[in-house]
Nanobody, 129 residues
Framework: QVHFVESGGGLVHPGGSLSLSCTAS????????IGWFRQAPGKEREGVAS????????YYANSVKGRFTISRDNAKNTMYLQMDNLKPEDTAAYYC??????????????????????WGQGVQVTVST
């Protein structure tokens, strides 16, 4: 059964950094496309970043390009989202996701649409003075 444990959220000042972690179980991260999306209250879901399982290529939303970095540690079956130079508009619940499992969630990240089958419970990131 696919399961995620997310951590690393919190409150940070504008310009600060946070690193999110997402440890997966029930499947191997390196075999699947993985990613992060976020959702703020009253706003639409927004894709943030992804790593394509077949070739390791990465995609980023224009709003985070140059500030966020997605990565994975296959030995730990964990994916990460390093977020630098955070802005108040980055405030949202962040979810890790993968195209492993039984669901179907379409998310646009950059110029591509990804379909994730499972996702975590979400972790809150708040950027505020």
């Amino acid at each position: 059964q696919v399961h995620f444990v997310e951590s690393g959220g919190g409150l940070v000042h504008p310009g600060g950094s946070l690193s999110l972690s997402c440890t997966a179980s029930g499947f191997s991260l390196d075999l699947y496309t993985i990613g992060w999306f976020r959702q703020a209250p009253g706003k639409e879901r927004e894709g943030v970043a992804s790593i394509v399982g077949s070739d390791g290529s990465t995609y980023y939303a224009n709003s985070v390009k140059g500030r966020f970095t997605i990565s994975r540690d296959n030995a730990k079956n964990t994916m990460y989202l390093q977020m630098d130079n955070l802005k108040p508009e980055d405030t949202a619940a962040y979810y890790c996701a993968a195209d492993a499992g039984g669901g179907l969630l379409g998310v646009r990240i950059g110029e591509r649409i990804f379909y994730f089958a499972s996702w975590g419970q979400g972790v809150q990131v708040t950027v505020s003075t």
